[in-house]
């Protein structure tokens, strides 16, 4: 009886570390600091989604180094709500929209960051 449920905390365990790691891809990171809802200096100090948002630019952009400087200068405005982000509409739109729908209308002066 012991074995069967050691067994079966064995698969369970096993099922949610795969799910974890399913989760911690790069592309989830880059969503998760893209999501208006969660735009904060905590997550952008975390060094993981930092580290997956580095390999998934190199990913996205092939090295190319105009790209990344392009990413880099949005990814700042975006963090720091300059351009359209800093709209008071648009802090109050954070959790009224979409995430793909508040891009489509607060991310104009963003275009790479929009399509990542």
């Not at 952008?44 to 990413?71: A, C, F, P, R, S």
Request: some cysteine; glycine content about 4%; proline content about 4%.
């Amino acid at each position: 009886m012991f074995m069967f449920f050691f067994s079966r905390k064995n698969e369970l365990f096993e099922c949610v570390r795969r799910r974890w790691d399913w989760f911690h891809k790069p592309i989830h990171a880059v969503a998760h600091l893209l999501h208006p809802l969660w735009r904060n200096e905590e997550a952008y100090l975390d060094n993981e989604l930092e580290d997956n948002w580095l390999t998934y630019v190199k990913m996205w952009t092939g090295d190319d180094v105009h790209m990344i400087d392009q990413l880099e200068k949005e990814w700042y405005a975006f963090r720091t709500n300059e351009k359209y982000f800093g709209n008071p509409t648009a802090r109050l739109r954070e959790n009224q929209l979409a995430p793909v729908t508040w891009w489509e209308r607060f991310g104009l002066g963003t275009p790479l960051l929009v399509y990542i």
